[in-house]
């Protein structure tokens, strides 16, 4: 395979590979059966690597997984031990502050749970898991997002096939297809048309007010946008008009809102989404968190 791997000589591009192949082993280590697909998809990652294959740490890395796809299967053991010397180089390397590197590894698992084009319910719920284990992330792209969708898709401890679509479609936002052997951008285009999520609100938000940013969208169910825009002010905060890097919440209304609970639309929305994307600390919350905020703060509650 021709390759210019000089994409990956630079230290955060090499800390970045070792997070994603992190994250792609733990993600495919949490189905109970790993399939061929998914070997595959390990086997790609070292012909991709290749190259560097007399560079630290890709001279100790990849031996250890070729090994273990050897014989077309990863057992308990291996794949510990290709997680030990991942995060051996990562924890030793420091390029990356632990959010961004835990982010990396979060687009890995996400990967390899998706590696053979399925997504089961216990893959499911062994990312809702670390999640849930992982909240020092809430504000960041796209913890809050993935985060919001396995708090509503695991609610009534069901998965619909909706559900695990509305999933897979959203998932495949932050897979970099081009890493991958057996994922398609093109299927899960189509998917996404079908099971479009365009924004979503956070999850049980923790919301302040002294000097922070907020804007509006949308139609409220309590009080007129000028209500709203007192009590931010009242409290501390500052209303805008529009979405920027330097806003820290987008209060979205409930009213008349045909979609699902935990997902919204709309221009300020999307230019929130874009900015997240980006890397701003735009949270997208809802009205009723909003309010829930305001009744703690105007009685005290911390």
């Not at 909240?135 to 898709?153: A, H, K, Q, R, V």
């Not at 820290?248 to 809102?257: K, Q, T």
Request: proline fraction near 2%; hydrophobic fraction near 40%; include cysteine.
């Amino acid at each position: 395979m021709a390759l210019d791997y000089r994409m990956f000589t630079g230290p955060a591009e090499l800390h970045k590979a070792i997070n994603t192949l992190r994250g792609i082993v733990a993600g495919i280590a949490t189905d109970t059966t790993v399939q061929a697909d998914e070997i595959a998809e390990l086997a790609h990652w070292c012909e991709l690597h290749a190259p560097l294959r007399d560079r630290h740490p890709f001279s100790e890395i990849l031996p250890i997984v070729e090994n273990a796809c050897a014989d077309g299967r990863i057992t308990d053991e291996e794949a510990k031990d290709i997680l030990w010397v991942c995060s051996s180089f990562a924890s030793s390397g420091k390029y990356y502050d632990e959010i961004t590197s835990s982010i990396q590894f979060l687009a890995g698992m996400v990967h390899g749970m998706m590696a053979d084009n399925e997504l089961g319910d216990a893959e499911i719920k062994a990312l809702y898991s670390w999640i849930n284990a992982n909240e020092f992330l809430t504000g960041t792209y796209p913890f809050d997002e993935i985060n919001s969708l396995l708090s509503s898709i695991m609610a009534d401890h069901k998965i619909t096939e909706d559900e695990r679509n509305t999933l897979l479609a959203f998932l495949s936002t932050i897979i970099e297809f081009k890493d991958s052997l057996n994922l398609t951008e093109q299927e899960y285009v189509n998917l996404r048309e079908q099971y479009c999520v365009a924004g979503i609100c956070a999850s049980c938000p923790e919301i302040t007010f002294q000097d922070k940013s907020f804007c509006f969208t949308g139609e409220f169910n309590r009080g007129q946008r000028k209500d709203l825009l007192e009590k931010v002010t009242e409290l501390g905060g500052k209303a805008k008009k529009s979405v920027s890097s330097k806003t820290d919440y987008l209060v979205v209304g409930n009213s008349g809102n045909p979609c699902w609970a935990y997902a919204c639309y709309g221009r300020k929305i999307e230019e929130a989404m874009n900015l997240r994307k980006q890397g701003a600390h735009v949270m997208i919350v809802n009205e009723n968190d909003f309010w829930d905020a305001v009744d703690d703060a105007e009685a005290g509650i911390v």
